[in-house]
């Protein structure tokens, strides 16, 4: 099932139940897919994937934004949808699996050093782009360089 399906399906289901958070939190993922949609021709669950993943990162600063500014309540909004967001992306890597993966890209880009971090970030970026979280992959590259 396509992604922008199994959205819309779960807008129903969420009506269905009366769930009146979890119904909002989808209809602005509905709204940025129409975005999208209206922006150029054809998308795919690529293109929807990389606009939940912004989606999720724009919710997580707003939610730190408010924290910072005492606003807990609002906060906890916006973690709430950063929640029901990645119901809907497909699951990252673990930690082990990307330690796997790091030393694989330093081992083919031959980085030996800590100037060496783009290069091999950018062979395991390109290995895995949407299997890999990038501020994991690179704590973990940077420890790994440093240490070599």
């Known amino acids: 099932m396509a992604l922008v399906d199994q959205i819309t399906q779960e807008m129903k289901t969420a009506m269905k139940a009366k769930d009146k958070e979890r119904l909002a939190a989808i209809r602005l993922i509905r709204a940025r897919i129409i975005e999208l949609s209206k922006e150029g021709g054809d998308f ?65 880009s031959g980085a030996s050093s800590p100037k060496d971090m783009g290069r091999a970030m950018g062979a395991l970026m390109k290995a895995h782009k949407d299997e890999v979280d990038g501020g994991l992959a690179r704590k973990l590259l940077s420890t790994a360089l440093s240490e070599a």
């Open 44 to 108: 795919g669950d690529a293109d929807v994937v990389k606009a939940l993943r912004s989606m999720v990162k724009q919710r997580k600063d707003a939610a730190q934004q408010y924290v910072d500014g005492g606003r807990p309540e609002l906060a906890e909004t916006e973690l709430y949808e950063v929640s029901v967001i990645e119901d809907f992306l497909p699951k990252l890597a673990d930690e082990a699996t990307t330690q796997k993966w790091v030393q694989e890209a330093i081992a083919s």
